[in-house]
């Protein structure tokens, strides 16, 4: 199973908004609503931001958004924080498995 | 508070075997599916596993599928990975985490520290 395909890196200055994109198949992404987002700072254990596509877990800042369209999932984060900076992955429920994607480095410029 | 505190890694030869432990407090642990994920370094997550609730459905990553088996003990709040017939491509640091809800396959929302395995020779 190949792994969801996510930009390697994007940036944004403090205060604007950026979106990370998540494309899988109609067997993953596309066919589910098990899509999941995580933050990643260096070192740490990623948390979770988003699951089941754009609902967010309690404690999480509502500047975090999550949203799907066919088989492309998408992570919005707005009003850009240097706290932001770190990898984000996404995940998909897919055929008795989970997959995530390749990961994506948010800059904070 | 919700914790998972795993142990266990650490540097093995190829073709050994290894046990990981993943010892959870703060929550009804008998309630909740619960995954191994892993990271090499340097790379993203990968999934390695998944158990059901109460043990009864199990599934794994085609990795280590027949090499891996997950577990789990209610009475313990504790969860397991043996790992056999350990591969160099099996170096990582091994994360396990809770599921945010009564499915399976939903989010993981709360993670361990992780603990490191190395296999070399």
């Known amino acids: 199973q190949s792994a969801l395909t996510q930009p390697a890196s994007v940036s944004g200055s403090p205060g604007q908004s950026i979106t990370i994109s998540c494309t899988g198949t109609?067997?993953?992404?596309?066919?589910?609503?098990?899509v999941s987002w995580y933050q990643q700072h260096p070192g740490k254990a990623p948390k979770l931001m988003i699951y089941?596509?754009?609902n967010r877990p309690s404690g999480v800042s509502n500047r975090f958004s999550g949203s799907k369209s066919g088989n492309t999932a998408s992570l919005t984060i707005s009003g850009l924080q240097a706290e932001d900076e770190a990898d984000y992955y996404c995940?998909?429920?897919?055929?008795?498995?989970?997959?995530f994607g390749g990961g994506t480095k948010l800059t904070v410029l | 508070q919700v914790q998972l505190v795993e142990s266990g890694g650490g540097v093995v030869q190829p073709g050994r075997s290894l046990r990981l432990s993943c010892a959870a407090s703060?929550?009804?642990?008998?309630?909740?599916?619960m995954h191994w994920v892993r990271q090499a370094p340097g790379k993203g997550l990968e999934w390695v596993a998944v158990?059901?609730?109460?043990?009864?459905?199990?599934y794994y990553a085609d990795s280590v599928r027949g090499r891996f088996t997950i577990s789990r003990d209610n009475s313990k709040s504790t969860l397991y990975l043996q790992m056999n017939s350990l591969r160099a491509e099996d170096t990582a640091v091994y994360y396990c985490?809770?599921?945010?809800?009564?499915?399976?396959?939903?989010?993981?929302?709360?993670w361990g520290q992780g603990t490191t395995v190395t296999v070399s020779s």
């Open positions: 985490a809770k599921v945010s809800t009564l499915t399976i396959w939903d989010g993981m929302d709360v």
């Open positions: 703060g929550f009804t642990f008998s309630r909740y599916g």
């Open positions: 158990i059901s609730y109460d043990g009864g459905n199990k």
């Open positions: 109609s067997s993953d992404v596309g066919g589910y609503n098990y």
């Open positions: 089941e596509v754009s």
């Open positions: 995940s998909s429920y897919t055929s008795s498995s989970t997959i």
